[in-house]
């Protein structure tokens, strides 16, 4: 089984404005839309359409307004108490083709409350599972949560990967000598996060076809012991790093509609690459043919399979 843990999940709300952003004006919406959002959510809804078994584990209270959007995308999923409510992530869309992000910090966790959704993630995985940590983490759980948490998945026998940034990457990335995760999905800024380099940089560089950077920012984290590290690099495409070195695949020309969620789109066409047995080359297709079809769709919309072209003969060895 696929687990996803989001521990700070979100109501992505996605208004447009249908002119362009005026800061200080007064703007009417053209188009407002409401679904359910966070990293983990997005990953699992992925997989799930694909016909995999998932289950997402998040914090939230039994009458919150997430749970039901949830039910009703059939997402199979565990919520741990949570006495806040999950907060609202809006996303802006003005003209011309600008998306602005607006994230809640989310309500804080209480100790009891982070303990709980500690429990419910590790009651729930079994040996042999993947268990994917998604996302920020509420105010409340300490920045290292992720580590120990890679520990404890390990310890259960079941692989494990991380996809987050700031404080709780760098709290991952100082402890990669006793807690590597078996899998990375950082973006250009996030790898910059872990090496200290601009991440505009990495992907200016990788939009004029230079990637070496990231090629070799990418082999130096599994060098450290991640299993793999799957680097999203906007529309410059991706490179994957892993056992038998690296690859790149660009990303296939789309028109733009929303960006959010791509990249959680990608690392649910990893997982499922991995999940069918493919090998690194056509995993990364996937996952890069997953974010494409992502950022051609509205609001956080999540591909189905259908939706989605992987193009094995695009990757090429870097
Ligand atoms: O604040 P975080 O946890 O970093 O990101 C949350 C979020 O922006 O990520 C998803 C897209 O990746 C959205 O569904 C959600 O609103």
Redesign the pocket.
């Known amino acids: 089984m696929i687990i996803t843990l989001t521990a700070?999940p979100?109501l992505?709300r996605t208004v447009d404005l249908g002119a362009p952003l005026n800061p200080g004006g007064v703007h009417r919406f053209t188009a407002d839309r409401l679904q359910p959002?966070?990293?983990g959510v997005?990953v699992a809804l992925g997989v799930q359409r694909a016909g995999l078994h998932v289950l997402a584990v998040l914090p939230a209270a039994a009458a919150d307004p997430l749970l039901p959007l949830l039910a009703a995308e059939g997402l199979p999923h565990r919520a741990s108490p949570m006495a806040g409510r999950v907060r609202t992530?809006l996303t802006v869309l003005s003209s011309p083709d600008v998306t602005t992000?607006l994230?809640e910090p989310g309500a804080p966790l209480s100790a009891q409350e982070a303990s709980a959704l500690e429990t419910a993630l590790l009651d729930a995985v079994s040996a042999g599972d993947d268990v994917m940590l998604s996302?920020?983490l509420a105010p409340g759980l300490p920045a290292d949560a992720y580590v120990r948490l890679v520990r404890a998945v390990r310890e259960k026998g079941a692989w494990v990967g991380v996809d987050t940034?700031d404080a709780p990457l760098a709290a991952i990335a100082a402890a990669l000598a006793s807690a590597a995760p078996d899998f990375l999905k950082p973006n250009a800024e996030e790898l910059g996060q872990i090496l200290g380099l601009p991440g505009e940089q990495l992907e200016a560089d990788a939009e004029r076809g230079e990637l070496d950077g990231v090629r070799d920012a990418a082999l130096a984290l599994h060098a450290r012991g991640v299993g793999a590290v799957l680097v999203t690099l906007g529309g410059a495409g991706g490179v994957l790093a892993t056992d038998g070195g690296a690859w790149y695949s660009p990303s296939a020309p789309v028109e733009v509609v929303s960006t959010?969620?791509a990249?959680?789109s990608a690392t649910a066409g990893y997982l499922i690459g991995r999940a069918l047995g493919e090998d690194p080359p056509a995993r990364l297709a996937r996952a890069l043919a997953y974010g494409t079809a992502a950022v051609g769709l509205p609001g956080?919309t999540i591909p189905r399979p259908d939706q989605v072209r992987p193009d094995p003969g695009a990757v090429r060895r870097l």
């Open positions: 700070n979100s992505d959002g966070g990293k997005n992530n992000k994230n996302g920020s940034s959010v969620g990249g959680d956080t």
